[in-house]
């Protein structure tokens, strides 16, 4: 996923120069073995830089590739999120893996959602019941005893490194980690997504996974199925009064992206849902305004598509939705009905729907008919007091979302 470049035009310091450079040569090497030796050098420092703390030097690389190189931009920061949430870790004169797994809850209310300690007996219900169907036999497991909201996870690579050693080292010894004293507070969001975190680790070069072990792909979705079916009474005990919707355990990264996008439809329809309750009106009195969002309004891609919603005809936004976008997710991008193939418009083959699309079908399911699509590209601005983001109105201005002043205070954060 990609940032705004902080610092690209700052002098780099000589470890950020190599992993620039090193990130280049993976992306230009003709061979795999060239490549695969890259990515080993690569690996090496940023193994160091973890170890050290030097967060700042990795961010001051990826900054400069930011606006300079793309590709290698891509290559570097896979290879700083794989050598954060995976590990290499002695123990006994032994050498073994170790993998971090996040475990994305979806969850949606009018009312709170819960995060913080779990509960000893339920932890051990939950670890059993994870590591019952997702790791490879014989696999050492651990949980976090924490039901983190999405601003409670690690935020750095360095970060999640020290996470993944803490529970790589607890699974070798059989211990519990304790729960994080200062952990801090989460916003109150209608629609949110709360994780499990948890590490798997075997003797190097062993698989981690169950479908790994077994090759048999069909196990990923058993093991999402009995994950769904064994956890869900006691994940419904961690967050009443939700609903809520269980993703398959994968790497720290992926399920935290994976998270992020499957929040996104209950995210509007979780707001609907708030705003005609809380305000008394009927979806149809709902007017919702869209527009594209992204660090250069003028020519750059999309960031997030924000979503303000007013009532009746008024101007007023009540409420906002912020939907991210990731990887290419650009309605300029996605557009594939011009390079789709005939044969395969032919064979009733439909082009998967743009993000924009995809908003404005769940805002009409919604029962949100009137819909206001905004040509132009804002920039990505916010509150200069709170620091909320600032949402288009009909006439395309970009307001802060406020609810009517008779209306009581609950929920009124934005997803």
């Not at 439909?350 to 995809?358: A, D, F, G, N």
């Amino acid at each position: 996923m990609r940032r705004s470049s902080k610092a690209g035009s700052h002098k780099l310091s000589a470890d950020s120069q190599r992993l620039a450079t090193f990130a280049q040569a993976i992306v230009l090497a003709s061979s795999r073995l060239e490549e695969r030796g890259w990515e080993s050098q690569l690996d090496a420092l940023l193994q160091k830089l973890l170890r050290g703390d030097h967060q700042e030097t990795i961010d001051a690389a990826l900054d400069q590739l930011f606006g300079s190189d793309a590709n290698a931009y891509d290559a570097l920061m896979e290879a700083a999120e794989a050598a954060s949430e995976s590990a290499v870790i002695e123990h006994d004169d032994l050498l073994f893996d170790a993998l971090l797994l996040a475990v994305p809850i979806l969850a949606w209310t009018r009312f709170s959602i819960p995060s913080g300690p779990i509960p000893a007996d339920m932890l051990m219900t939950l670890s059993a019941h994870l590591n019952a169907h997702l790791p490879a036999p014989n696999v050492k497991f651990a949980m976090a005893p924490t039901l983190f909201a999405i601003d409670q996870l690690p935020r750095s690579h360095v970060e999640t490194w020290t996470v993944t050693q803490r529970l790589a080292q607890a699974a070798l010894k059989g211990t519990v980690l304790r729960t994080p004293a200062d952990v801090p507070e989460t916003a109150p969001f209608l629609a949110d997504t709360r994780y499990l975190l948890a590490v798997v680790v075997v003797p190097a070069g062993e698989p981690l996974l169950r479908w790994q072990a077994t090759m048999q792909l069909s196990d990923r979705d058993d093991a999402l199925t009995q994950w769904q079916a064994q956890a869900m009474p006691n994940i419904a005990r961690l967050l009443p009064g939700c609903g809520i919707e269980l993703l398959l355990p994968e790497a720290y990264y992926v399920a935290c992206r994976e998270g992020d996008r499957q929040i996104r439809p209950a995210s509007i329809r979780a707001a609907v849902h708030f705003l005609i309750h809380t305000l008394a009106v009927d979806a149809r009195d709902l007017q919702a305004s869209i527009g594209s969002f992204g660090e250069d309004a003028g020519t750059g891609r999309a960031d997030e598509y924000r979503i303000g919603f007013s009532v009746g005809d008024t101007s007023d936004v009540v409420y906002g939705v912020v939907w991210p976008l990731y990887g290419e997710e650009d309605e300029e991008d996605l557009s594939e009905l011009a390079t789709l193939p005939l044969q395969r418009l032919a064979a009733g083959e439909i082009p998967r729907p743009t993000p924009l699309e995809e908003i404005t079908t769940l805002l009409r399911e919604a029962g949100v008919v009137r819909v206001i699509r905004h040509a132009d590209r804002f920039p990505m601005e916010f509150c200069d007091d709170c620091n909320a983001p600032l949402f288009p109105d009909p006439d395309a201005d970009l307001v802060h979302a406020e609810m009517p002043e008779d209306i009581p205070q609950g929920a009124t954060h934005f997803h």
